[in-house]
Structures are given as C-alpha cells and as structure tokens.
C-alpha cells in the first residue's frame, strides 16, 4: 500500500481536532497504519521548539525568528516520522503542515508566500501532502470558540485583524492551489465534513 499523506488546516478552533479523529477511525479501518502529529510539534526537539514559538512571555519575537523555527520543528517532523512512515506504506494525518506558515507568516505576517515555501523547502526534502483539508470559519467564530478553551498562546493573542488575514490567507492559497486544497466550510456539522473528507480521498485509497 502506498502512503498516504494528509493535512487538515484551518484557523485556531475551526475543529480540526474532530475531524482528524474520524478521519484516523476510517483510514483504520481501510487497513491503513496511521500516525497522527501536529505541528509545529510532534517530536521530542519539535515540541521543544513549540514551547519557544508559543510562549507568550516571547511577544519581543521577529517575525523572520518565528519563520525559522517553525521550519526547523518541521525540518525535524519531516526527517523523524514522517518521511519513514510514508516510505513504509503508512497514512500520515497531520494537524497544520507547510500552508500553515504559509498563511500566518507568509500573508498575515507578510513575508510572502514565496519566501515561505522557500525557506520551507529545505525542510520539505520534498514531502507534500496529498490532500489537505482546510475548514474555513470567519476569524471572529474561531476566537470566540478558542477563548472558551484554555488560556490563549502567543499566536492565539494575535489581533482579530491579524485572524482575519488567517482566514482570508487561507481562502486565497485554496484558489491558488485548489487541486490539492479542499475547503469546507467549518459551520457543517461535524458528519457532513466527515462525509466530504472521505468523498475525496476515496479515490486514493481504493486504488
Ligand atoms: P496550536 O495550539 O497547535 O493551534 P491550533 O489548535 O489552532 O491548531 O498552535 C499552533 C499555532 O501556531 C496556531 O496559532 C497557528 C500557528 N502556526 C503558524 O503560525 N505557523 C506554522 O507554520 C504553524 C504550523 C502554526
């Protein structure tokens, strides 16, 4: 069986969480091995380094700082778990991937989309998902719904206007890369999604 490699994106509280669950429980039991991870995060070095990108004593942090160590916890996701678990047939589920940088550093931060797939590059060694899900919900529903959880991380206590160009970032990089980014709007409920996700990587799967 060949691997199979999927992102789920969206803004902060879009319910990404829910769907890479379901997600996990189908690929199952189509037979898959799966390894599920987030970012940035998922190895002992990159959970490290989230703790530094996300802590919010940092606010001093350069926005070209915060690029680089969110390429160097996935140089590390890359190289540990999930280029071996792809060349050994697995399915890979990660929560945020590359678009993720792409759009907070890349267009909310104003980077740019280039330099950010640049510089992810080296991290890259060339591993894309297949499929990426992102689950759309206007900036001001997806605070709203992260504010009842915790207490918020460096990234969470953004402006609204810098979420509100998360959101519109990531409706953009859909068009522009509309043929491996799929977008569902994150209001459905939790089934339908589900039902659509599977809709698209069927013909993947049962090949
Ligand atoms: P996390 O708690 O994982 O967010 P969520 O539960 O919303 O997925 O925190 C990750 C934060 O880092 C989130 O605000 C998005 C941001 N981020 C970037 O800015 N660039 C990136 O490359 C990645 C992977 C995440």
Redesign the pocket.
């Given at each position: 069986m060949e691997g199979l490699f999927i992102s789920m994106e969206?803004?902060?509280?879009?319910g990404?969480?829910t769907q890479i669950e379901l997600l996990n429980k189908y690929l199952s039991e189509q037979g898959y091995e799966v390894i599920i991870t987030?970012?940035?995060?998922g190895t002992r070095i990159s959970e490290a380094i989230?703790g530094i990108?996300?802590n919010k004593d940092f606010n001093e942090m350069n926005d070209v700082t915060?690029l680089l160590l969110?390429?160097a916890?996935?140089a590390q996701l890359v190289a540990e778990v999930i280029k071996p678990a792809l060349s050994s047939g697995k399915a890979v589920i990660s929560?945020?991937?590359?678009d993720?940088?792409v759009?907070?550093?890349g267009i909310?931060r104003g980077l740019g989309i280039n330099t950010v797939y640049d510089v992810n590059s080296y991290a890259l060694q060339g591993v894309m998902p297949h499929f990426t899900f992102l689950l759309d919900l206007p900036a001001e529903a997806g605070l709203a719904r992260?504010k009842k959880q915790a207490e918020l991380?460096r990234?969470?206590m953004q402006t609204l206007d810098f979420h509100k160009k998360v959101a519109e970032g990531y409706r953009k990089l859909a068009e522009l890369y509309s043929d491996r980014i799929f977008m569902i709007d994150a209001s459905l409920p939790v089934d339908t999604i589900h039902g659509i996700i599977k809709d698209r990587i069927k013909g993947m799967i049962e090949v």
């Open positions: 969206g803004p902060d509280g879009a990404k969480t987030r970012e940035p995060g989230r990108i996300l915060e969110y390429a916890a996935r929560d945020r991937f590359v993720s940088s759009v907070y550093q909310a992260k991380d990234m969470e």
